[in-house]
Structure formats: C-alpha cells, structure tokens
C-alpha cells in the first residue's frame, strides 16, 4: 500500500535549519507530483512547496531562498531543506503525493492530493 513518512522535524532556534524527509513506499515515486504543506493550530494547511516528476518546483513567496525542495527518486525520498527559520515556520509539516496533477497552477489546494504523510512537528523559537 502507498505510504508516507515524514521526519526531521524538531525544535530549533529562530535563524536555525532543518531538513525534512519524507520516505515513500508503495508507489513509483518518480511518476508522482510531490508537496510539501504545513498547517499550525487554529490556521489552515497550506502549500509550502513542490515538485513535479521532472524535478521543476515552485514555492509559497514566503519560503523562496530560504526553503528548498528536493527529490531523491533511487532513494524514494523527499526533502524539505529548510534555511533561516522564523517562528512563524512552526507548524506540523505534511508531505503529500498525487499521481494526477499534471501542472503547478493548482499544487497548493491540498484537495487534490491522494497520498499523505503523518506529519512532522517543527517548532521555531
């Protein structure tokens, strides 16, 4: 069955770096349009980043030079380098899978997504 776990997360001071992982099993990740989203109490899940099967990615504006996606497909696994973290990053970051999306135009409704993880704590103080 198709299966997602994040790790990585932890707390970290503010100007701190983590990077999280997300290891895939069940499915030919390199065929699949991968995210990241994150979500913090009483806030919605919102898209952080992602990446397409070609490695192309795109970002939420408040991440750009600061985050960055990456996918390792031998290794079934995807990342979520994360650089210069401001407390306004904690959250419980998700990563999540879908063989269907054929485009970026629509990569932050997290509606269309099939496949998620269980999420990872990151906390920035």
């Known amino acids: 069955h198709v299966q997602l776990v994040e790790s990585g997360g932890g707390s970290v001071q503010a100007r701190g770096s983590l990077r999280l992982s997300c290891a895939a099993s069940?499915?030919?990740?390199?065929?699949?349009?991968l995210a990241w989203f994150r979500q913090a109490p009483g806030k919605e899940r919102e898209g952080v980043a992602a990446?397409?099967?070609?490695?192309?990615?795109i970002y939420l504006d408040s991440m750009k030079g600061r985050f960055i996606i990456s996918r390792d497909n031998a290794k079934t696994i995807l990342y979520l380098e994360m650089n210069s973290l401001k407390p306004e990053d904690t959250a419980m970051y998700y990563c999540?899978?879908?063989?269907?999306?054929?485009?970026?135009?629509?990569?932050?409704?997290?509606?269309?997504?099939?496949?998620w993880g269980q999420g990872t704590q990151v906390t920035v103080s």
């Open positions: 990446i397409d099967s070609d490695g192309a990615s």
């Open positions: 069940g499915f030919p990740l390199n065929k699949y349009f």
């Open positions: 999540a899978a879908d063989p269907f999306v054929a485009s970026f135009s629509n990569w932050y409704s997290g509606a269309r997504y099939k496949h």
